[in-house]
């Protein structure tokens, strides 16, 4: 029998309240480029190209505060060809928050971009699905070495040794089945078709393992949903009531949800793909997150995403043991796309080590968006920066952001006192 976590109202279909309107169906453009993994929150987006010219962005958020030059390279960002139309960064240290922003929260009208804007955080979602995992493990409901056979015998014989630690940090081998051909041709046809979020792992069930259990690491978006159907099968509760429970309410993040459908959420970071020769398309709307689910559905705003990430990273929501376990890493994992420094997997959160020193913490994107989220194993000082475009799709462009978050991390970790800091959240 499984072993319960204490009840809480089960919503396994719920959706982020929104208002119920149908939105243009994305032009043939973007379905044909957001056909490479829709649920991967690694989706393939078109070529960049420069967006609209956006404001520069006001001052960064505070009483007269902020470092110029971190002004400077998120405008430089925004501004560089190929940049996205909008972008904020958000740091805080021991409570107090600065805000920078560069560009605008959507194409054509003048509004920053804002710490309440809602936006989807891709394969960030990954670091959730570890948070619950892993307090599950804490419970008892859930072990390590917990293995595919003994939690999931639906699935095939060859995957039955993995184990919930493989999963989390990426050794499976289980194959990506947002790679799979089937899977693509239904996003290429409809990117807002709905999936059974329970049985995309169905794509690739004829497959074996891509290699042996542990043996090298390889990043899956499957490996995310064997986790949540891990923590279904081992409470009997759907993996949103789980979220809720156990990572929403202890870090007191009110804007963040896990929906089935394409809507998000008002008000809302617009995110945008663009190709030569054509004006930004605004995809904010475009893909269903029931095809990403628990490897890269989440929907949250920056200022929710920045406590998620000194909770999980920091010592908040899991006891030593656990955390001890959590921060096993594998050198050379990287996230997707890489964060600043050089990268190594733990288990549902990576090490980013900078020339200024270490964060743990997790990347992400998908069309329209690109994320990194990081914090101070103390949980003490968190830095976010979220874009409104897959930068991804641009080397030259990745590399750019990458400096940036790199930038912003070194400010963080500076010893400067708080004077230069902003306001209380």
């Known amino acids: 029998m499984p072993r319960r976590v204490p009840a809480a109202h089960d919503g396994r279909n719920s959706t982020s309240s929104a208002p119920a309107r149908t939105g243009p169906r994305p032009r043939r ?25 956006a404001p520069p962005g006001p001052a960064p958020h505070g009483p007269g505060h902020g470092d110029p030059a971190l002004q400077r390279a998120l405008a430089d960002l925004v501004a560089a060809p190929g940049g996205p139309p909008g972008a904020i960064a958000v740091l805080t240290r021991d409570g107090v928050r600065q805000v920078y922003r560069a560009g605008t929260a959507e194409v054509g009208t003048r509004r920053p971009p804002r710490p309440d804007d ?23 409901a859930l072990g390590l070495d917990d293995t595919i056979g003994g939690r999931l015998p639906q699935l095939p014989t060859a995957w039955h040794a993995v184990t919930l630690r493989q999963l989390l940090q990426h050794t499976s081998g289980l194959p990506d089945f947002s790679k799979s051909q089937a899977f693509q041709d239904i996003v290429r046809a409809d990117p807002r078709h709905h999936f059974d979020s329970r049985h995309l792992l169905d794509f690739v069930a004829d497959r074996p393992l891509d290699f042996q259990p542990g043996s090298r690491y390889a990043y899956s978006n499957s490996d995310n949903i064997a986790v949540a159907l891990m923590a279904e099968q081992a409470t009997g509760r759907s993996y949103e009531s789980l979220l809720r429970q156990l990572v ?109 020193g270490t ?67």
């Open 29 to 53: 453009r973007f379905r044909a480029a957001a056909a490479g993994a829709v649920a991967a929150a690694v989706l393939s987006g078109a070529a960049t190209a420069p967006a609209a010219a």
């Open 118 to 140: 809602h936006m989807r955080i891709a394969s960030v979602a990954k670091a959730f699905s570890g948070a619950v995992a892993l307090s599950l493990v804490d419970r008892k």
């Open 248 to 356: 929403y309410r202890p870090l007191d993040l009110t804007e963040t949800s896990l929906p089935q459908g394409y809507r998000l959420p008002r008000p809302f970071l617009h995110g945008y793909s663009t190709a030569p020769g054509e004006p930004p398309e605004d995809v904010s709307e475009a893909i269903s997150a029931s095809g990403a689910w628990a490897s890269g559905g989440i929907v949250s705003t920056p200022a929710d995403l920045s406590r998620f990430i000194g909770g999980y990273a920091g010592p908040e929501l899991l006891s030593p043991m656990t955390r001890h376990a959590q921060q096993d890493f594998l050198p050379g994992g990287a996230s997707q796309p890489a964060g600043p420094g050089a990268n190594a997997a733990g288990l549902g959160v990576f090490r980013y080590t900078t020339r200024c």
């Open 359 to 425: 964060v743990l913490g997790h990347t992400g994107n998908t069309p329209g968006y690109t994320q990194f989220a990081a914090a101070t194993r103390d949980g003490r000082r968190t830095v976010t920066v979220s874009v409104t475009s897959q930068v991804t799709t641009d080397p030259a462009l990745l590399a750019r952001l990458r400096a940036t978050e790199e930038q912003f991390v070194c400010a963080l970790l500076g010893d400067r006192g708080p004077g230069s800091w902003g306001h209380l959240p």
